[in-house]
């Protein structure tokens, strides 16, 4: 359909909630409170590695007002996401098999901030200084932080199958990806580069911290959880706590973000229904935003050694990638690095161990395995086309994916118009220096840049519509709101799929009681998969209204529709391409972005005032991951020392770049009116993009991220 | 302690012109509002506590708090102004910001008890009759809030921020916005929303 044919979608809108945004009114998961309730705090190791010989907790019973206390010794709740065999979606089959079982209280522990207590006290300082009386006897054992090391031999095993995490098949094996032969490539190539880089863990850092608020009535659980995912948080709470999914509810109706940190469900979760349980009250469980930094999970570090043949013409020819993730010591995600895949190569190799280490546990953020693999496997071949002597944007245009895996047609493909458009509006024949480093003085100039192929895929989910005799249309969507304005989307793809005003659209969403199933707000799929069951329900409801008229009195008209679609032989990618120029001051080692320009072909976009916004976000995000973030470690005793805002040093409004946003919109024929995922790729290209700025900048190229002060004065010196 | 205490000499006067309805206060003032029940916090009798009389959003309340219970804690679950959120609890984002007589601080920093005799205005003050102040319909135009945690916080800066400066520059913005972190890193759009209302006489 085209653009001017369509009367909302395409069209800025503010969000419908952006009233109650604004005034204080939307209720978060923090703000409920329910009569009698009792507060919550969680006792957590102070030690990366130990066995719990003894646990008192006489004591602390014995204060006033304390209701109740939690631990292994009085909870054995398995929990099914908290830990995995091979990093996959939990589900039934894979909890008869995983062997690395993960409870909400485990003994041993085995990173600083695991869960040993939780109390449930009359109010929140009861509680606090419960913690301080239970008396817990460790037996502090070894501890390894990197991952490198933990595969070592002599090295302390933190699981008895060793430190390399297992995979679906329980089998202690590193994920193996091949296509064609490395060797041969290699052999065919004029010439072969190789090199290491390394990323940092990285905390999501939302701003609302985890909190949850339990309740019982009989044998019905209600949690509300700040979740990215109703359906799935409720059906992870069911089978962990052996309910059936019906008699537990969820509800998250805003949402202080999550960019992956609040994916299935939590611990938390779990602990604060038990506690609730044990203790005949309502419960609400509040972690400090240094617990939501040890406690939750972030992104996990990684080490990348890179080997790339090329001809003579910049021809790649062959990549291989040995990469090692920390895992902290619970596997919660798949721990992958992504990145070869963008690239257009007959051979190619990538071997990824996902290894446990005694820091804290790594898990979805914002494009799991992307920004650090892209950021390894760009600073990787931008290195190489500076030294075949060719300008990055050509070696780039040479050498990037045409095909999904060479092989699969994309359903459109704009990566080129990307990065034409992009480097025209960047102007970057006029910023990049053909000789990086060449400015003379202390304040050096470059530019840099990078791009990136997100997937896009379609799937299943749900969605009714109801009209009344008013003329009010409710749309029912088991979405939440993690910020990207889901809510928002799905009231402007209904109005345009009925022809009527978004104004005459409401929205029933976060509550698992009166929502159908969404997929829940990861993957960057809620528009696409959950926009198009609203769609199709629009459309049913319309033919119902052509057929029986509209509603009169008390009559309604409700539709309803559960899509499941695929593609058939052809790989949804959304495209971008993202342009940076930096200052780099060479005496204080500091770094300034000057001018941002991110290009993105995320489809037809559906409201451009959000979606603006969400790229901004990602690409100030990657400047954080590129600059600043970092969950640093004592090595000598295993404690983390920067958990929280200022340590992590997030950008704030000063260090926050203009960032232009150009949008390349198609329409591939799928996903509703074309579109196609934009939430997570924002962030994926831009901190390769400006590392090599800083390569460009001062002529030497920074292989460990953060990019810090420190570091930069180090290569300087 | 003694910051405590030179709060607390603060004069009727200024007491009076930092509330901005001078009537109201001094109707009031001359009888005291009575001290309102403990609804939501079950309170312990060991704990030192101090009966404090403050105006919020332009209501003057007397209420007992317990003295280690911070600012945020008492407008959240005392006066159930939960649109002041806690991001951090240790004033490092900034979600908890408030006005105190017409100056933004961090209400996690700042204990209950600071408050006596002195004036808070929570975005809940913000619209009056009904009518949204100018921030915040350039905050919806704009698309400031993503996740929306961090809203509260960054309107509350940017009114303490227009008020002494009605006509900042961007970066004048920035600066006053910078102890509010926003990890959607809607930046952009807050800066946008702040100069578009300054623009429009927003003070």
């Known amino acids: ?717 | 302690m003694s910051k405590t205490k030179s709060k607390k000499k603060i004069s009727r006067r200024k007491f009076l012109k930092g509330t901005g309805t001078v009537l109201a206060v001094a109707t009031t003032a001359a009888a005291p509002p009575p001290l309102e029940a403990q609804r939501n916090i079950v309170t312990d009798p060991s704990v030192p506590r101090t009966t404090i009389r403050v105006m919020v959003n332009g209501a003057e309340r007397r209420v007992e708090v317990e003295d280690r219970w911070t600012m945020v804690e008492l407008l959240r679950d005392h006066f159930e102004l939960t649109g002041t959120k806690i991001g951090c609890d240790r004033g490092e984002c900034g979600a908890c910001t408030v006005l105190l007589d017409g100056k933004p601080v961090y209400s996690c920093s700042n204990l209950a008890v600071w408050a006596d005799g002195r004036s808070i205005q929570t975005v809940e003050g913000l619209a009056r009759n009904g009518k949204l102040d100018p921030l915040q319909q350039a905050f919806i135009d704009h698309d400031g809030p993503q996740c929306g945690y961090c809203t509260s916080g960054q309107l509350m800066s940017a009114k303490g921020l227009l008020s002494r400066n009605p006509h900042p520059t961007a970066d004048e913005v920035r600066a006053g916005l910078t102890g509010n972190l926003c990890r959607c890193s809607n930046y952009n759009h807050y800066v946008e929303a702040v100069l578009a209302a300054a623009k429009g006489g927003a003070r």
């Open chain 1, 1 to 717: 359909m085209r653009i001017d044919q369509l009367k909302t979608i395409g069209h800025a809108t503010p969000r419908i909630d952006a009233l109650e945004r604004v005034t204080g009114k939307a209720k978060y998961s923090g703000d409920v409170r329910l009569p009698g309730m009792l507060y919550a705090r969680v006792l957590r190791s102070p030690h990366p590695h130990a066995r719990l010989r003894s646990i008192d907790v006489s004591k602390a019973l014995a204060l006033p007002g304390v209701k109740t206390i939690l631990t292994h010794e009085n909870s054995q709740v398995v929990w099914g996401a908290g830990g995995i065999s091979g990093g996959q979606q939990y589900n039934d089959e894979i909890k008869k098999i995983t062997k690395h079982r993960r409870y909400i209280f485990n003994n041993p522990v085995r990173f600083v901030g695991e869960p040993v207590a939780a109390v449930a006290a009359v109010n929140r300082h009861v509680a606090e200084e419960a913690l301080w009386l239970i008396q817990v006897d460790y037996e502090v054992l070894g501890f390894v932080l990197e991952p490198e090391d933990a595969l070592r031999p002599g090295v302390v095993q933190i699981w008895p199958e060793g430190n390399l995490s297992l995979n679906a098949q329980n089998q202690a094996q590193p994920q193996v990806t091949r296509r064609g032969n490395v060797e041969q490539g290699f052999n065919a190539s004029d010439q072969v580069f190789e090199d290491r880089y390394t990323t940092a863990f990285v905390h999501n850092a939302q701003m609302e911290p985890r909190v949850c608020v339990a309740t019982w009535e009989g044998d019905k659980l209600t949690l509300y959880t700040p979740t990215q995912g109703i359906s799935n948080c409720r059906s992870d709470t069911a089978r962990d706590l052996g309910m059936p999914v019906e008699k537990v509810q969820i509800v998250s109706q805003y949402m202080g973000g999550g960019f992956g940190n609040k994916n299935q469900n939590q611990d938390a979760d779990l602990i604060t229904a038990m506690l609730s349980k044990q203790a005949g009250a309502p419960v609400k469980l509040e972690m400090s935003r240094k617990e939501d930094f040890i406690g939750v999970h972030g992104r996990w570090p990684t080490v990348q050694y890179y080997k790339v043949g090329v001809t003579k013409d910049g021809v790649l020819k062959s990549i291989q990638l040995r990469g090692y993730s920390g895992m902290g010591p619970y596997r919660k995600n798949t721990g992958a690095i992504g990145g070869i895949d963008l690239y257009q190569c007959p051979n190619i190799e990538s071997t990824i161990y996902p290894v446990y280490t005694n820091k804290t546990v790594s898990g979805n953020f914002r494009g799991p395995e992307y920004p650090q693999g892209f950021y390894g496997i760009e600073s990787m071949m931008d290195d190489v086309a500076y030294k075949m002597k060719m300008d990055p944007v050509d070696f780039i245009l040479k050498n990037m994916t045409r095909k999904s895996r060479d092989e699969v047609p994309y359903t459109n493909y704009s990566l080129e118009e990307c990065i034409r458009r992009g480097a025209e509006a960047f102007e970057w024949k006029k910023r990049w220096h053909p000789q990086p480093g060449s400015d003379k003085g202390p304040i050096k100039r470059g530019a840099g840049v990078s791009f990136m192929a997100f997937r896009s895929a379609l799937g299943r989910s749900n969605a009714v519509i109801r009209l009344d005799a008013k003329g009010q249309y409710t749309v029912f969507v088991g979405v939440t709101d993690v910020g990207p304005g889901a809510k928002t989307t799905m009231a402007m793809l209904a109005a345009e799929a009925l022809g009527v005003p978004v104004s005459k659209v409401s929205v029933v969403w976060g509550d698992t009681d009166r929502c159908p199933y969404s997929v829940g707000e990861s993957g960057s799929r809620t528009t696409i998969q959950t926009g198009q069951a609203v769609v199709e329900a629009a459309q049913s409801l319309k033919k119902q209204i052509a057929e029986k008229g509209l509603p009169k009195g008390q009559d309604i008209l409700a539709a309803s529709a559960s899509p499941n679609p695929t593609l058939e032989g052809k790989v949804r990618a959304a495209f971008g391409a993202h342009f940076v120029e930096v200052e780099v001051d060479a005496e204080l080692g500091r770094v300034r972005v000057l001018k941002y320009v991110a290009v993105h072909d995320s489809g037809r976009i559906m409201n451009p005032l959000t979606a603006t916004s969400q790229i901004k976000g990602g690409a100030t995000m990657g400047i954080g991951m590129a600059l600043h973030e970092d969950l640093l470690y004592d090595r000598r005793n295993g404690q983390p020392l920067t958990a929280g805002f200022y340590g992590a040093r997030l950008l704030t409004h000063r260090d926050a770049p203009e960032i232009e946003t150009i949008f390349i919109e198609s329409d591939d024929g799928y996903g509703p009116y074309g579109a196609k995922s934009i939430g997570e790729s924002s962030k994926v290209p831009a901190v390769a993009a400006v590392a090599n700025a800083v390569f460009n900048a001062i002529g030497r190229r920074m292989k460990d991220l953060p990019i810090t002060r420190d570091k930069i004065l180090g290569v300087l010196a």
